[in-house]
């Protein structure tokens, strides 16, 4: 837990962000693992999504987050009007995200719906909580199963912080490698957090077309 004797330090992040759709409007990107969306206030977390493209895109403006060991898509506005609008499509909760998560154990059933309020707890932590959580609804589907873990595709229908985090632990499934919210078991049978933002869907906010853009997991 991040104390002022000892701040969080993030990790050294070497991998590239890839750039999977460009436009004069917008960035769609693949982020890395282990890299901040947005630089933190410690000298030692400068490198970050947004410090590395505002070099190559200076309007460079961040629409949403990922967690820093969440990889995968992320869209970027490359100017006031555009990060407007598509900050009001999340805000209306229209655009539609899927993510890919490898969950410690075995998941009998095919799929399910976790609806479970989440509030602030000591910080980085959330917690959940029926008097002051926030409405915070994942639904998933199951892909694979092993002895060790279930990969499921989550479709979170509100995005609360750390979220799919908190509610694969509620059910006694932690995302594997997963520092905040996993066993000892979960967080060593991993070397990063297992999650991943597969798919995006939003309407571009000029041209009006649906982007339905896809990353697949590196895992």
């Known amino acids: 837990m991040q104390t002022e004797s000892a701040p969080f330090i993030a990790p050294k992040c070497l991998d590239d962000i890839e750039i999977l759709h460009q436009d004069e409007h ?28 505002v070099k190559d895109f200076p309007s460079a403006l961040m ?13 970027i506005a490359l100017n006031k009007q555009v990060n407007k609008d598509i900050c009001e499509q999340f805000a209306a909760r229209t655009v539609k995200k899927t993510y890919t998560a490898l969950l410690q154990g075995h998941i009998p059933y095919g799929k399910g719906c976790i ?7 000591d910080f980085p932590l959330q917690k959940i909580c029926y008097e002051y ?8 589907v199951v892909e694979q199963r092993s ?33 905040l919210y996993g066993s ?33 997991s590196p895992f």
């Not at 917008?26 to 947004?50: C, E, Q």
């Not at 949403?64 to 992320?74: A, E, V, W």
């Not at 959580?133 to 998933?140: C, H, Q, R």
């Open 184 to 216: 000892d078991e979960s967080l060593a049978a991993a070397k990063r957090l297992m999650l991943h933002a597969t798919t995006l869907e939003f309407v571009h906010p000029v041209t009006k077309e649906k982007i339905a853009a896809r990353c697949e």
């Open 147 to 179: 002895e060790a873990f279930t990969r499921v595709t989550f479709t979170p229908k509100t995005g609360r912080t750390h979220q799919l985090r908190i509610h694969s632990r509620e059910i006694g499934h932690p995302i594997l490698g997963c520092d």
């Open 63 to 75: 629409v949403h987050r990922l967690d820093l060991g969440t990889s995968g898509l992320m869209v």
């Open 26 to 53: 917008l960035l769609l990107i693949n982020k890395p693992s282990r890299l901040l969306s947005l630089s933190g206030k410690h000298p030692a977390n400068l490198d970050s999504v947004h410090h590395r493209l």
């Open 133 to 140: 959580g926030k409405p915070a609804t994942s639904e998933y």
């Open 115 to 121: 609806d479970l309020p989440i509030a602030k707890d």
